[in-house]
């Protein structure tokens, strides 16, 4: 018998070429800035919320200071770049060294906790560090200026100093990162650690009991999220060339990440950036069409788009995304592939 | 079923050449001017204001028969939310510069937000007037499209210390400590940093100097401290919430603060913060704002706009109407000048703009011109003092109306 | 350091941190009995500052009188969002006895919303009542004062507290809510109806903001963005005096107004309240269920 699902299964392959290609020449289908700088925006986002659900979606734990990383991340980069002149492709993995020092130290003793008290504490120490940038005007000589924030540099055209006069290459950077960031996921999930983690987001005593190393492996997921979180904070400053505690750093950052990720279904691949797809638009397109008109209306409509994901998409964007896939690809032969596996084909012979 | 394509494809067609740029000597209806302001969030307050004071203007030119030198074209206000964050700010100038072609942007009221959304319209060529941001950085990066009218932060608090010293001339009197609170973001603590500075400058001894967090429910730890350390003069910079509780706290306490209370704007030049406070709080408080505060009185044109102003928001003519209504008087001067849409002649006008009346001027400013930075090097903001209940222009000197007399030093408490 | 004006800096703090406490009680609450961290409190907050200074506005009535259609009002309020919104979720994740995430993320949804059909209804400004009673200051030597109002919403904080206390564990539906908290399921094989009992308390969380609203206008303001100062502090109170504890709110509330009030004696304001959070983690980490709370 032939596979069942040969003629089908070969459609899903050329859907996700599309999907592939378009996104690949995109700046040369869409030449309009404004629509670039949106994509870039919502790579961007999938990228970040991609990096959170390392952690927040595999561990069971949820994270609400990532936007802590995100500003450590860029604030390295940027004074590496204004006090040292080091080129921001270097101080970008700098900056990813530190929060991962960072995420991993404060990881330790909040991987104790369980549920919202770790929340409420991850929210504890992005505050403490962002009250504690905002007060703070100059370290050790070097100026952070605070609540002002860090201007980076114009220098135009400079590859070199990843900076560039058109959205085109930093488009290309987002996306190429975020590739990494889903590949990253997706070989952690297949791998070990990916089969530990699950384990121990079921039930972590119990994996505790058959001798899993708990710690060891949420460690490592926090270092793995932090070290990704940072980047994309450096790429938010080379991007924007701005930066401050209160945005970069804020609740209001990790709570985008969280809800992203949450709508789009955390603990798995394609989730966070489905999610990032979703609410990302819906926010910017509420606002270009009311936000100048009723005060307050696009905010209204999407905290009313927000309320219905949750109610209505429990596990998030993917589940019904997947059960579509499905059921195109193959007629829901034999066990349906369990939720937080990438999608797996089960045949039935 | 059949016609839907074929309809679509003519919408598709009339939005394509309704969309299409316009050059200069075309005959066009209409002058889009992009506005980025907070409409959402903390200082969505400021924003409103700005906004209707825009409106106003926008209404009254457009009813005179728009811009003639443009074939009576209209303006056609744009407004943005930028919800008070800067990338937010960034986006909304994309999407207004890209996709519905303005000829000039203004805004953005928060210093973040208007130095990052500067940025972006200088890499499209297009002019941004700033309305009410003060961070010196934003006319410090000789940027060539980038327009303040307004002061610079070091401005404002130069004028607060001439303010100082002008009373200690008249009364032959003045302070020899001061005090600083300040509230912990952005806007106080560049504030303080400059006021610091200049108080060295100037001889004068800070004793007390510190900032809150925003949203402070309670002042009487900073108050407690002042009481020990005694400033004769104390100078703040806070937002409206946070005004308004420190100035009840004021009275309550009987802080004395014998050469006054000096305020450098914020909720102070906010119409509702006098509602919501009691008068004997703001009594004799001296705050220096980029409005004439008291001009309705002196200048009689003025009155029809603070009467629309009124009856749109319920309350009268505050400094941020007032800087919406200048800036878009300000385009109507420029693009008089410019005489088309082409935004290099519109640059070109901006910076060889010399203002010295009209309506424009409505802030109290004697002229409107820009340095080759794009600052307005001859604005000033004005001091005024809460005397029986009004708020009465003191400095600059020009400003002040005849037969006002300050009231240096202030008196103690248990005096009044 | 002055004793005196140590001594007048723990009193502040006193009398700010028993508003703290009651700001969280609700907060509390919630939490202990449904597990649900509500990032909607401040918003309720907001409108239970917003209908008494309506009321005074339009009508003239004084805050204190409000109360008896504020606190209705919430309680109303809180019910609807539970029963109609949060509810349907909760069945759904029923098998989990943790937290549910989406249950978070849909309070912060609905804070979204409130928060600016508030803006879009009220407009932004900031506003204030004016009440003769609230400006009195009761002097105790020189240099202490306590502004009535203050006084009299510190008090009202204590009374809240108790009746809460008293309600809890002398009435029959006090006693339902507090076994609910303790044991879901046991509680609805007692017969107990556990989805109206979730309904009461959040409807009776909001009540209380209702109240704190009325007596605490006076001397502080409102606006649509007023909920947002308080949000993580009322977390920070309710994990300091325990989950789920009454009287541990109002103990948090009280510790944590006179650390800020104390500490803002020898640091900035800023600084103070980086002290706030360090001691919430060091409470989270050696002693997680507070200083009086039940076991979770």
């Known amino acids: 018998m032939t596979a069942p699902n040969g003629p089908r299964y070969g459609l899903r392959y050329v859907a996700v070429t599309v999907v592939f290609l378009f996104f690949l020449l995109g700046p040369f289908i869409i030449r309009d800035e404004y629509y670039l700088h949106v994509l870039v925006g919502i790579f961007f986002f999938a990228y970040m919320t991609s990096a959170w659900n390392i952690v927040s979606g595999y561990t069971g734990q949820l994270s609400l200071g990532h936007s802590a990383l995100c500003g450590i991340g860029g604030y390295v980069s940027t004074l590496l770049f204004i006090n040292l002149g080091l080129t921001p492709w270097i101080g970008i993995l700098v900056g990813g060294l530190a929060a991962t020092v960072v995420g991993v130290v404060i990881g330790y003793p909040c991987f104790r906790l369980r549920g919202p008290y770790f929340a409420l504490t991850t929210i504890a120490f992005a505050e403490i560090l962002r009250i504690w940038v905002e007060n703070t005007d100059e370290i050790f000589g070097i100026e952070l200026r605070g609540a002002q924030g860090l201007l980076v540099p114009l220098k135009g055209q400079s590859p070199w100093l990843f900076q560039f006069t058109s959205k085109v290459p930093y488009y290309y950077i987002i996306v190429a990162m975020l590739l990494m960031v889903m590949a990253v996921t997706f070989w952690m999930e297949k791998s070990r650690m990916g089969f530990y983690l699950k384990a121990i987001r079921a039930d972590q005593d119990g994996a505790e009991a058959l001798g899993i190393n708990s710690t060891r492996y949420l460690l490592s997921a926090m270092a793995m999220s932090s070290f990704l979180t940072a980047l994309g904070g450096s790429f938010y400053a080379q991007y924007f060339r701005y930066i401050n505690p209160e945005r970069n750093m804020g609740l209001d950052l990790s709570i985008e990440f969280a809800l992203m990720g949450i709508v789009g279904g955390q603990g798995t691949v394609l989730g966070p950036v489905l999610g990032a797809f979703l609410l990302n638009p819906a926010g910017e397109i509420s606002r270009s069409l009311l936000g100048g008109k009723l005060m307050g209306l696009h905010l209204v409509i999407y905290g009313l788009v927000l309320v219905l994901a949750v109610m209505f998409l429990p596990k998030g964007l993917i589940q019904p995304i997947r059960q579509f896939v499905r059921r195109v690809s193959g007629r829901d032969q034999g066990v349906a592939p369990a939720a937080g596996t990438g999608g797996a084909q089960a045949t039935a012979g | ?416 | 350091m002055d004793p005196i004006i140590l001594g007048v800096a723990v009193v502040n703090g006193i009398l700010l941190g028993g508003l703290y406490g009651a700001v969280a009680l609700g907060l509390s609450l919630i939490f202990g009995v449904m597990r649900v961290i509500n990032f909607a409190h401040g918003t309720f907050l907001m409108i239970g500052l917003f209908i008494p200074f309506w009321l005074w506005q339009l009508f003239g009535i004084s805050p204190y009188l409000s109360v008896i259609v504020t606190a209705p009002a919430l309680f109303a309020l809180g019910y609807g969002i539970q029963a109609t919104i949060i509810a349907p979720l909760f069945k759904r994740e029923r098998a989990m006895v943790l937290e549910p995430l989406s249950v978070l993320l849909l309070t912060a949804g609905v804070g979204l919303i409130l928060d600016n059909l508030a803006l879009m209804a009220f407009g932004p400004n900031v506003r204030g009542v004016q009440i003769p009673f609230a400006s009195k200051t009761l002097w105790i030597g020189e240099t202490l004062n306590i502004n009535y109002a203050r006084l009299f919403a510190f008090l009202a904080s204590v009374a809240i507290t108790v009746a809460l206390s008293l309600f809890l564990s002398r009435t029959d539906l006090g006693r339902s809510i507090r076994s609910t908290a303790q044991n879901r399921d046991a509680a609805a094989l007692c017969g107990i109806n556990v989805s109206q009992i979730y309904n009461v308390t959040f409807g009776l969380g909001c009540a209380v903001l209702g109240v704190v609203g009325c007596v605490m206008i006076p001397f502080y303001y409102v606006s649509p963005t007023v909920g947002l100062a308080f949000g993580i502090r009322s977390f920070i109170t309710v994990v300091l005096g325990g989950i789920g504890s009454i009287p541990g709110s109002i103990l948090g509330g009280l510790i944590l107004g006179v650390v800020e009030s104390v500490a803002g004696q020898f640091v900035t304001a800023t600084s103070a309240s980086i002290f706030s959070f360090v001691i919430f983690i060091l409470v989270l980490f050696f002693r997680p269920t507070g200083l009086m709370g039940m076991k979770v």
């Open chain 2, 1 to 416: 079923m059949k016609r839907i394509p074929f309809i679509l494809g003519l919408c598709v067609i009339v939005l394509e050449l309704s969309g299409s740029p316009v050059l200069a000597g075309e005959k066009v209806a209409e002058v889009n001017i992009g506005v980025v302001l907070s409409l959402s969030g903390v200082a969505a307050d400021q924003g409103l204001q700005t906004k209707t004071g825009a409106t106003i203007a926008a209404e009254e030119i457009n009813a005179k028969g728009g811009i003639p030198v443009l074939g009576g074209a209209k303006l056609r206000l744009l407004f943005s939310d930028s919800q008070s964050k800067p990338d937010v700010g960034a986006s909304e100038t994309e999407r207004l510069i890209q996709r519905e072609n303005v000829a000039i942007m203004m805004g953005a009221y928060q210093s973040a937000t208007t130095t990052v959304t500067t940025e972006v319209a200088e890499r499209y060529k297009t002019p941004w007037l700033v309305t009410g941001s003060v961070a010196n950085i934003i006319t410090e990066r000789g940027f060539k499209y980038t327009f303040r009218p307004n002061n610079k932060a070091t401005y404002d608090a130069r004028e607060q210390f001439d303010a100082i010293k002008g009373l200690t001339q008249e009364f032959g009197k003045g302070p020899k400590t001061l005090g600083i609170l300040v509230e912990g973001s952005d806007w106080g603590k560049s504030h303080a940093g400059i006021v610091r500075i200049l108080a060295k400058q100037m001889g004068y001894e800070v004793v007390f100097d510190e900032a809150y967090s925003p949203g402070t429910a309670d002042f009487s730890a900073q108050i407690l401290k002042m009481r020990t350390r005694k400033p004769e003069a104390l100078i703040t910079a806070m937002y409206t919430p946070d005004h308004i509780v420190f100035n009840k706290q004021y009275q309550e306490t009987k802080l004395e603060l014998p050469y006054g209370l000096h305020s450098v704007g914020g909720g102070s030049e906010v119409p509702e913060f006098y509602k919501a406070v009691p008068p004997e709080s703001v009594r004799f408080m001296f705050v220096q704002e980029d409005f004439q505060i008291d001009i309705t009185k002196v200048a009689a044109w003025t009155q029809p706009v603070e009467q629309k102003f009124r009856e749109m928001l319920g309350y009268d003519l505050s400094a941020y109407g007032a800087q919406g209504y200048s800036a878009v008087w300000t385009i109507y001067d420029v693009l008089q000048r410019a005489g088309s849409l082409d935004k290099e002649k519109i640059r070109e006008a901006f910076a060889t703009t010399n203002i010295t009346s009209g309506p424009a001027l409505i802030m109290g400013w004697q002229v409107i011109h820009f340095d080759k930075d794009g600052q307005n090097v001859d604005a000033h903001g004005c001091i005024s003092q809460n005397l029986n209940g009004k708020r009465t222009t003191l400095f600059p000197l020009a400003n002040r109306p005849k037969g006002v007399l300050p009231v240096w030093p202030i008196p103690a408490w248990k005096d009044r």
